[in-house]
């Protein structure tokens, strides 16, 4: 490949050489992004500034909000950049393949997050009415009941809160939302974390996610309850089988693989900060604080899935062309240096972060996934007395893809844990 991609995007300035590409362009994926995700942002905003040009899996050309007042111009303004990935140029002069990673973080499909306009309000509303209806139900009771069974599996006097206890706790609690039997979790929980980590399982993990969704519509419609799919069956919108199917795969992926993510950091900071944990088991410091920090400093996803340009505009200096690809970079959005130039500095009590997206496709189930993390929090600190981080902390590693970072393993120890009452 030449920088034909670039001409492509339409860039006047054209694009200086850089190492990790054919033609000159960094890759957001393989070991260079596992190992130093950040350092990647910052070497890109220091050459081109908010908007950069990269390639995604395939070396497929992409644009890269690095900006936080950029990814807000692109995230609430709709008419401008889409999440109709139909529009997509290189999905449309077919140099898309369709068994493509990509196409399961940026395909179509026939749901609310990749409509706009009157369609996209058709099916968000079945969405958030559901979510609305699942979160008054008792959910941290549900939390509570599997954070205990969690703890309870720990061997005596230690555990790793990332394998044994962040990585499946949400999906447990979902299934019991959904109306999914709880052994179908840690399964369900592998596949989406593969799914949304790309590569080459990426496309089977998704038809055995939709195997399974399937299996549990069609059972929902003999065998109603109180549960997410029961309500989107009976929703008045009236959505198809298509939709139906659309809107579980969704849910369950992002809603599991976020909260599962935030988590863990939200654990890490705790256990890497004395003070932190000190001012949650004395009461003088709340779990949603930590949780906003975590928001702020590591989001669950480090860089969203994508906007496709309606028109050709200029952002941040760079010209783009309509049907280019954007994807929003939030952790880096949220470290801006023109909106924080001291990251040290407290922003408890600002919740303008970047971590839920923002505008029409603001995550609905922000409020569901906040109430597990700071239920499991709450049950683990209350189980497990001296707590405590069972490595230095510079042994603490992460895993990064295109789209997240995750935390590799909490390592801890504590007294023995009490019997629940």
Request: charged letters at 25%; glycine letters at 10%.
């Amino acid at each position: 490949m030449n920088a034909q991609p670039l001409n492509r995007s339409g860039d006047p300035r054209g694009c200086p050489v850089e190492h990790g590409s054919p033609d000159g362009l960094t890759r957001l994926y393989g070991p260079d992004v596992a190992l130093d995700s950040h350092g990647i942002y910052g070497r890109l905003r220091k050459e081109y500034g908010a908007v950069a040009p990269i390639l995604l899996e395939g070396d497929i050309p992409a644009w890269l909000v690095l900006g936080y007042r950029e990814n807000r111009r692109v995230l609430d303004n709709a008419r401008q950049f889409s999440r109709d990935s139909r529009i997509w140029r290189d999905w449309k002069e077919g140099r898309i393949e369709a068994t493509s990673p990509l196409i399961q973080m940026l395909g179509w499909r026939p749901d609310c997050v990749s409509q706009d306009g009157e369609p996209h309000r058709r099916l968000r509303r079945a969405v958030s009415d559901n979510l609305e209806a699942i979160a008054s139900r008792g959910i941290r009771r549900h939390v509570t009941h599997f954070a205990n069974k969690q703890i309870d599996a720990f061997d005596e006097g230690s555990a790793d809160l990332v394998s044994e206890y962040a990585e499946y706790l949400p999906m447990l609690v979902l299934t019991r939302l959904f109306g999914l039997p709880a052994a179908e979790g840690r399964n369900l929980a592998v596949s989406c974390a593969q799914v949304i980590k790309g590569g080459e399982d990426a496309l089977v993990h998704n038809g055995r996610i939709m195997e399974i969704l399937g299996q549990l519509a069609e059972r929902k419609r003999t065998e109603p309850g109180p549960d997410f799919t029961t309500g989107l069956l009976g929703h008045d919108a009236g959505l198809d089988e298509g939709e139906i199917l659309s809107h579980l795969r969704l849910v369950l992926i992002t809603a599991h693989t976020t909260t599962s993510n935030l988590l863990a950091r939200v654990l890490q900071l705790i256990l890497t900060d004395s003070s932190r944990l000190a001012g949650l088991v004395s009461g003088q410091l709340n779990v949603a604080a930590v949780v906003e920090d975590a928001m702020w400093n590591s989001p669950p996803l480090a860089v969203l899935p994508g906007r496709f340009a309606t028109v050709d505009l200029e952002l941040g200096g760079r010209h783009i062309r309509e049907g280019d690809l954007l994807v929003l970079g939030l952790s880096a959005g949220n470290l801006d240096p023109e909106i924080r130039p001291d990251v040290g500095v407290s922003l408890y009590g600002n919740q303008s972060h970047l971590a839920f997206s923002s505008g029409a496709h603001e995550c609905p189930g922000q409020s569901i996934g906040q109430a597990i993390i700071e239920t499991a929090v709450d049950v683990l600190l209350h189980r497990l007395p001296g707590l405590r981080l069972a490595v230095p902390v510079e042994e603490l590693t992460s895993t990064a893809s295109t789209w997240e970072a995750r935390l590799d393993s909490l390592p801890v120890e504590f007294a023995a844990a009490p019997p629940r009452i």
